[in-house]
């Protein structure tokens, strides 16, 4: 974690956010794990400790907590990280 919050020169972090989406068609609550803001770019990240992979399920969780920030708020997400430290895969990229 600490090389990436070097890695991007994240400035400020907002963590442990519940957030509601009330649209026409799709109403949720969710929870965002973390938020970081680089100089002139903002992260979203999730922490999975699953020992399985679930790929396609992270993802779909990841654009609807997307959806659930930038719905509440004027932030841009630019790229969405997900930690799992127990998996191969430490760090997952997805730009949605």
């Not at 680089?38 to 399920?57: G, H, I, R, V």
């Not at 609807?64 to 430290?85: D, M």
């Amino acid at each position: 974690m600490n090389k990436f919050i070097y890695k991007h020169k994240i400035t400020h972090s907002v963590t442990n956010l519940l957030l509601a989406s009330i649209e026409s068609n799709l109403n949720f609550y969710g929870k965002v794990d973390l938020v970081l803001k680089s100089e002139k770019d903002w992260f979203l990240c999730l922490f999975k400790f699953s020992k399985s992979s679930f790929e396609a399920k992270y993802m779909y969780e990841a654009i609807l907590e997307k959806k659930l920030i930038e719905n509440n708020s004027n932030i841009k997400i630019c790229k969405v990280f997900v930690f799992n430290p127990l998996n191969d895969i430490i760090i997952r990229e997805y730009n949605l």
